[in-house]
Each structure stands twice: as C-alpha cells, then as structure tokens.
C-alpha cells in the first residue's frame, strides 16, 4: 500500500497564492509604458486611498503584491519565507502560523501607511510586498532560534541573532534616510517603517507568547453563546472539576510524531503536549 500524500503545507500555499497574484499583476500591467497593474491597483496599499477613502482591505492584500519591474522582490520574499517558515509553520502548527503571518502583515501596513501619513508629501503614496509579514516570522525564528546558521546566498554562514541585529539595523537608518542608494536597483524604494513594523509584532507575539488561533475560538465560542435561545433550563455547576490527566497519552503521541513527523498532530494532540510541557515547568 502506498503511503498517504502529504497534505500541502501553510507556507507552500501562502508562497503559492503570493505567486499567483503576481502573475495576475503581470497579466494586467496596464499599455503605455506604466509600470503598475489593475491587480496592482485593487489591492496595493496606497496612503490616502485607505485614509480618506477607507479601503481597509489593502492593509492585507498589499503583502500579496510585489514589484512588477524588479524580480528579486517577489523572489527575495518567498525564498526567505520558504525555509524560515516551514519551522515556524511545523513549531506554532499550520493555523496559527496562518493567523500570525496575516497578523504581520496587517500591522506592518498599518504602521507604513501611518509612517507615509506622517511624512506627508503630495502625490499617491504605495507600498507592497511580503517583507514585513517575513519579518515577523524571521524575527520569531531568530528568538527561538538565536544561535541557528542562516547561509547568506547559500554560503556565507551567519547566526540569526546576528543576521536580525543586522536587518533591524538597517531599517532603522533607512527609515531615517541615511541608507545610500547606491544599495537599491534604479527607481526602487524600501518600505522601511513596514519592515520595523513587522520586526515589532513579531518581538511582541514572541515576548507575550501570543495564540492568535486560541483567542480567535475564545471569541467565536462566546460570540456563539450569545446567539443561543434562551430557555429556562439552568446549568449545574458541581464547582472545581479535577483537572484531566492527560499523561497516558503522550507516549502516544510522541510515537505519532516519531511515525509521521510534527506535522500530522492535531489541535487537541498539540494542546496536550503543550500542557505536560507547562506541567513539568511549574513542578520543578
């Protein structure tokens, strides 16, 4: 019997779904030498179109966007974000990594469009693409990961930590405007403030151990009991439950992963381990 095919990955879909907007950008690149696209204009993030028009929905859809005219943008993107995020993916599970990229995405926008609002200048004002989605997830890779070798053009060796100190420093002066253009192709330009903005959520969901997924059921599930008909039936509390001793099961599940890999354990099993893990922390 031939063994089960692996379900696609998050991120292999993320990647798959970013390239398909860009070959929609390049299906649609506008005649007359314009270097913008009608998928490019529907969905990159432009300062006033979501301030004074409130087109919200740019604040996420611009990650999917990348430069028509300059190839590494798009490629320098999901080469970053295929071999960080598949441990990020495997370590937070699919969903959740699903949650914390658009997350990452949406607040990065938020603060370069507010960046481009407080640094007014007339005329249109556009950003796109993923970097500062990748951003967060380099910079939770590189918290869990400090001390892990990233390979710069697959040869020059350098720890994350030191990779990201590197990165975050050069945002910083490139948010100031002291990065010498020399180091960009002609006519591009940085979303700096997106880059920080995504390097800040990314510390945040690391440093307030975040559960994007966990908060969302939270909500939804109260959001379903408001909707319940109310009755007159009354609910007995017996008081404290014994909490449930799950431990018969981690052997199990470690045999689980051992068999086919992290990624084929489910919500529940991942809970469990989480909690004989927070278990054994506050017994020491």
């Known amino acids: 019997m031939p063994p089960a095919k692996q ?22 690149m506008q005649p007359g030498g314009t270097e913008d696209s009608l998928v490019f204009n529907w969905l990159g993030a432009e300062r006033n179109l979501i301030l004074k028009y409130g087109q919200v929905w740019r604040l996420l859809t611009y990650a999917f966007c990348h430069s028509e005219t300059h190839l590494t943008h798009i490629v320098c993107n999901m080469v970053a974000l295929f071999f960080l995020g598949r441990l990020v993916a495997r370590t937070l599970g699919e969903r959740e990594f699903l949650w914390m990229y658009l997350a990452a995405a949406f607040f990065a926008g938020i ?55 590197v990165a975050v420093a050069y945002d ?31 510390f945040l ?24 008909p109310k009755t007159n039936l009354r609910v007995y509390n017996p008081g404290i439950q014994p909490e449930i001793d799950d431990s018969d099961k981690i ?6 992963i051992s068999r086919e ?24």
């Open 261 to 284: 890999g992290e990624s084929s354990l489910t919500a529940r099993e991942r809970r469990i381990l989480v909690n004989a893990s927070d278990h054994m922390k506050n017994s020491r």
């Open 172 to 202: 910083t002066i490139g948010f100031l405007g002291l990065v010498p253009s020399i180091f960009l192709p002609e006519g591009a330009s940085v979303g700096h403030a997106a880059h920080l903005g995504g390097v800040i959520f990314g």
């Open 7 to 28: 379900p696609m990955s998050i991120v292999v879909k993320l990647i798959l779904a970013t390239v398909g907007v860009f070959l929609l950008q390049l299906l649609t």
């Open 251 to 256: 052997d199990d599940i470690l045999a689980k």
């Open 111 to 165: 603060v370069q469009v507010c960046a481009m609002a407080l640094s007014g200048g007339e005329g249109p004002q556009w950003t796109l693409g993923a970097s500062g989605a990748v951003s967060a997830v380099f910079v939770w890779f590189a918290m869990h990961y400090p001390r892990l070798k990233l390979y710069i053009f697959g040869i020059v060796p350098v720890e994350a930590r030191v990779l990201l100190m």
């Open 205 to 228: 969901y690391f440093r307030w151990d975040m559960n994007l997924t966990r908060w969302w059921d939270d909500f939804a599930g109260r959001a379903r009991k408001l909707d319940l």
